[in-house]
């Protein structure tokens, strides 16, 4: 991935962003693409959404590192952190789907809409997709806001509160109780 040369996206990255966490995790978040603290420092989620995805998963008793690893629907900072292009997005899903294999979660969590329309490979609405278990083939996907959005729309906390009890409830079925 650090090497890589798909897409425009590698002409001005620093450094490629190619996750962090728990590399055995059952739980696999994955956000939109690195800002600029991630693509300075190599590591996603680092900034103000970072900190909120922290207290997110601290919420639901989870913390960064242990049983969750967290990735990005691409790997190079989008320029003025603008929405990953669909083929900046197309250019970087076998890099995701080699992460997804080799972690083998038994949950994933799309963060945002480029994170979900990526893993499903469809044309998503967040309002219409949360609260729902969607399949990454076999493996639950359940959609949430991305901490970003919820730092500027405060109204949808409560909803994104709802999300992570319904992402609880979910793994406590996976591991059965």
Known sequence: MAACRQCRLCE???QAVLGVGDRAGDWLFVGEGPGAEEDQCGEPFVGQAGKLLDNM?????LKRGQDVYIANAVKCRPPE????APEEMVACRPYLQRQIE???PKLIVALGRP????LLQAEVKIAAARGKLHDYHGIPL???YHPAYLLRTLLDKA?????????RR????RKGG
């Open 170 to 173: 979910t793994m406590a079925a």
């Open 102 to 104: 080799l972690i083998q």
């Open 57 to 61: 998963l601290a919420a639901i008793g």
């Open 115 to 118: 994170a979900a329309q990526t």
């Open 159 to 167: 909803k994104a509160w709802e999300d992570l009890c319904f992402m």
């Open 12 to 14: 001005a990255r620093k």
């Open 81 to 84: 952190n603008r929405t990953p």
């Open 142 to 144: 359940i959609i949430t």
